[in-house]
């Protein structure tokens, strides 16, 4: 069993940045590193959209349009732990971030759609005053 823990979230005004982290643990040693990684969010009302995902070695990664070079994902596989530095934050960006782990390790295609990630956190909530 995997558990996902995001953190980082809170309430910015529009412009400033945040630091979203996703810690990874279980029972497995390797609960994070052979996985491909992705962000997620969703705002009231709206279904659920893709933001950012990274491949399980970390050199490749993908963003939805809207948050393209203002957003950032990495990780640190040591500390199996994703981040999602947020920058020029705007209200549109209100929502709860979730984090998610893909299904198979080593996969070198990312996946945009949910339900390629099988494993979810609680969410952290982000909210942009304009």
């Known amino acids: 069993q995997v558990q996902l823990v995001e953190s980082g979230g809170g309430l910015v005004q529009a412009g400033g940045s945040l630091r979203l982290s996703c810690a990874a643990s279980g029972s497995s040693g390797r609960t994070l590193s052979p996985y491909n990684m992705a962000w997620f969010r969703q705002a009231p009302g709206k279904e659920r959209e893709f933001v950012a995902a990274i491949d399980w070695s970390g050199g490749t990664t993908y963003y939805t349009d809207s948050v393209k070079d203002r957003f950032t994902i990495s990780r640190d596989n040591a500390k199996n732990t994703v981040y999602l530095q947020m920058n020029s934050l705007r209200p549109e960006d209100t929502a709860v971030y979730y984090c998610?782990?893909?299904?198979?390790?080593?996969?070198?295609?990312?996946?945009?759609?949910?339900?390629?990630?099988?494993?979810w956190g609680q969410g952290t909530q982000v909210t942009v005053s304009s």
């Open positions: 998610a782990r893909s299904q198979t390790p080593f996969n070198s295609g990312i996946a945009t759609m949910s339900g390629a990630y099988n494993y």
